[in-house]
Nanobody, 114 residues
């Protein structure tokens, strides 16, 4: 069982930045893949970025160059640094972890105003 606790969401103006955190209840070395997904109202959940236990990262095309996923192994925490935010980035952001099963956090709201 893996518990994920997100934090760092909020309201920001377009062009601003936010950093999301996801604290895992187990060593993130034991987690095959961690990452972030988001879901905007009326839309399907979509991939934002992932990071593997080996440190490899992937990003959705629309986030490349603006978002950065990273981790602090000592803190069992994964981060999502979001820069140059746009109103279309408004969504609930979910932390994700995959071991033998998939685990999800409760989500954190990010709202980008014009």
């Amino acid at each position: 069982q893996v518990q994920l606790v997100e934090s760092g969401g909020g309201l920001v103006q377009a062009g601003g930045s936010l950093r999301l955190s996801c604290a895992a209840s187990v060593s993130i070395f034991s987690i095959v893949t961690m990452g972030w997904y988001r879901q905007a109202p009326g839309k399907q959940r979509e991939l934002v970025a992932t990071i593997t236990s080996g440190g490899s990262t992937t990003y959705a095309d629309s986030m490349k160059g603006r978002f950065t996923i990273s981790r602090d192994i000592a803190k069992n925490t994964v981060y999502l640094q979001m820069n140059s935010l746009k109103p279309e980035d408004t969504a609930v952001y979910y932390c994700y972890a995959r071991k033998a099963y998939q685990y999800w956090g409760q989500g954190t709201q990010v709202t980008v105003s014009t």
